[in-house]
């Protein structure tokens, strides 16, 4: 048996490379088995569950005395032990991190740990996936391209190193196309609840059940902001928060009027009804611009793809009829 083993190595390995190999794949086994355990379940039972558990907490910091909190997992409690040992969270960047966290719909408090020891784990374990593909597809020495080899490590832990944050970012832009896609509906709502007689937290309360299936993300925002009006002493503070979480100008554009019309005692119907219209009038101009690009964008195409084919299937016959001709009688 292990000369069949012997055989399916290549003869250019050696046995430190056998043992980085292991090491590697016992690495990658252990950051999955950490993934899983932590990783954020994006289903509509545990929003909600999430919301209540905050709804419950802001609770009990304002009408109980403070408890001990339970003891955390213990994946979670290691992650913290290695990031606070190596002193990876920067005091001066906690504040906009945990900022692009929540803007990204990752609101927990462990969420700064887990980026920070990922942005650890990750350029190793890619650095050592890039030396793998250097002893595997090594350049010859002799070859003056030779030093191209250590791209694959360096790129490898560069990847790993911006990964992280990529994917902050990636959920961050995901979650505001939807919010933004959600709001002519949201207004609409409103318009109906004001109109109805409810007072602005229970319009936000409504609302927020009424969209919980089509826009979840939309309906943690109102469903923490109503929340908010309901314990904090100013109401204003709970919309201004609500427009620091997601950063969009459409939400500053409703948290400001929300905010005029408790000001001023504007009727709040009439100003969500012009708000609903011109987000409806900014989706049409948005989509017509985009329409009135392709014809710019499928330009290239065209002329790389299409037109190549189409003076083939024109061209081709007269050129296989030339030919016969020429064949037929020679000069």
């Known amino acids: ?32 088995g950490i993934y899983m355990t932590f990783r954020p ?33 213990a994946s979670v409690n290691f992650i913290r032990k290695v990031v606070n040992g190596l002193q990876l969270i920067q005091k001066n960047q906690i504040g906009k991190t945990e900022a692009l966290l929540v803007e990204g719909g990752f609101r927990s408090k462990d969420a700064i740990y887990v980026v920070a020891f990922f942005n650890l784990i990750l350029p190793i374990l890619l650095g050592i996936f890039g030396f793998f593909i ?21 790129l490898g832990a560069y990847i790993g190193l911006k990964l992280p ?19 002519p509906d949201l207004l609409d709502l409103m318009t109906i609840c004001a109109e109805a007689g409810l007072s602005l937290a229970a319009s936000l309360d409504r609302v927020a059940k009424e969209l919980i299936l089509a826009y979840p993300e939309i309906s943690e925002e109102l469903t ?52 609903s219209t011109e987000f409806r009038q ?21 002329i790389v793809f299409i037109l190549p084919t189409l003076f083939i299937v024109i061209i081709s016959p007269a050129i296989i009829k030339l030919l016969k001709t020429l064949d037929d009688n020679p000069l």
């Not at 794949?25 to 252990?30: D, E, S």
């Not at 002893?135 to 391209?145: D, G, L, N, Q, V």
């Not at 900014?282 to 065209?302: D, F, H, S, Y």
Request: glycine content about 2%; hydrophobic content about 45%; charged content about 25%.
């Open 165 to 183: 944050m990529w994917y902050v970012a990636r959920a961050r832009k995901k979650r505001y196309h939807m919010i933004r896609k959600s709001l």
């Open 224 to 275: 923490i902001t109503s929340l908010e009006m309901g314990i904090l002493p100013d109401r204003n503070k709970a919309l201004s928060n609500w427009a620091e979480r997601c950063k969009l100008p459409e939400v500053r554009g409703i948290v400001g009027v929300l905010i005029q019309t408790e000001k001023y005692g504007t009727p709040i119907a009439q100003a969500l009804r012009v708000l």
């Open 1 to 32: 048996m292990f000369d069949s083993l012997r055989r399916m190595i290549p003869r250019s390995w050696l046995a430190n490379d056998m043992y980085l190999i292991v090491g590697l794949v016992f690495v990658v086994l252990c950051a999955i």
């Open 41 to 73: 379940r994006d289903n509509v039972s545990n929003r909600v569950r999430i919301i209540q558990e905050r709804h419950r907490a802001m609770i009990s910091q304002t009408t109980i005395p403070k408890k001990r909190n339970k003891k955390p997992e």
């Open 134 to 154: 250097m002893k595997t597809f090594a350049i010859s020495p002799k070859s003056r391209w030779h030093n191209f080899n250590y791209i694959w490590p360096v």
């Open 282 to 302: 900014t989706r049409m101009l948005n989509a017509e611009q985009k329409a009135a690009r392709l014809p710019a964008l499928m330009t290239v195409p065209m």
